[in-house]
């Protein structure tokens, strides 16, 4: 028995017996290793949505020892280009954690200059797998482009450059006959694949080799779901993304990606 006084008798805070165990951080980090290809890494994007919306988040590698882990070195599994929206934080609604994700958002996810050759950091130097656009339901760029658009203004300053490139995506939707704002959004991701596939040969180089695909996602606010769009793979040509069926299932894409976006 311990002596009053002695190590053993120091007083403590007790945990109830109702309460859970603190979870140890090392086997978080091991229940949830790097995924090493374009289909893992999507799969594991996937997962990782599908616990943010049943609202049972892992919060993986976001504890002191990885934060430790990865300050001399980053190999994110997947790159986000995605809108700037506040309430579309990668990180969150994929339920991952330091290190895992290279996001660049701009409004409305257009991709200039800086953002391709951002990707293309990330894709050749990282080696990083996959390249994700993220776009959202009642996306304020696409409404602000659907305006000046029907008007035939444009906003002033550089908020123009953002309405100019999409656009293009209201152009096509008008081809298809498309005038629901959602369905819009989906097209939008759609020319964004193709266009960041079209203006960067790096990327597209890395996809005909197999190193890296590239997925369009549309993200649900109110639902929190991540749900896959459009996917390019290795085999497919520059500029041939489609905009997936209701079933999710992407027209022509490789079978490996097709089957991880079903």
């Avoid at 430790?68 to 599994?77: E, L, N, R, S, W």
């Avoid at 190193?211 to 649900?220: H, K, L, N």
Wanted: contains cysteine; proline residues 7%.
């Amino acid at each position: 028995m311990s002596r009053p006084g002695s190590p053993g008798a120091q007083p403590g805070p007790e945990r109830k017996s109702s309460e859970p165990a603190p979870e140890d951080p090392t086997a978080v980090r091991d229940a949830f290793p790097t995924p090493g290809g374009p289909e893992q890494a999507l799969a594991e994007l996937q997962a990782g949505n599908r616990r943010f919306v049943t609202g049972t988040p892992r919060h993986p590698n976001q504890d002191a020892g990885h934060r430790a882990a990865v300050a001399d070195g980053q190999h994110p599994f997947a790159v986000i280009v995605g809108c700037s929206d506040s309430r579309l934080a990668a990180e969150i609604i994929f339920d991952r954690g330091l290190g895992d994700l290279f996001v660049v958002r701009t409004a409305g996810h257009t991709v200039g200059p800086e953002v391709l050759g951002s990707v293309e950091y990330a894709v050749t130097v990282l080696r990083t797998p996959l390249v994700v656009v993220l776009g959202h339901d009642s996306c304020g760029a696409v409404q602000a482009a659907r305006t000046a658009d029907a008007t035939g203004t444009s906003p002033a300053g550089h908020l123009g450059a953002v309405v100019d490139a999409v656009v293009p995506s209201l152009r096509r939707a008008a081809a298809e006959g498309v005038d629901d704002i959602d369905r819009i959004v989906d097209i939008h991701i759609a020319q964004t694949v193709e266009a960041m596939l079209d203006r960067s040969a790096v990327l597209a180089a890395e996809v005909a080799a197999g190193r890296c695909a590239v997925v369009g996602m549309s993200y649900r606010l109110a639902a929190g779901e991540a749900r896959a769009v459009t996917a390019v793979s290795a085999g497919e040509a520059r500029g041939g993304a489609e905009v997936a069926n209701g079933s999710g299932a992407v027209d022509g894409a490789q079978p490996a990606v097709s089957a991880a976006l079903a």
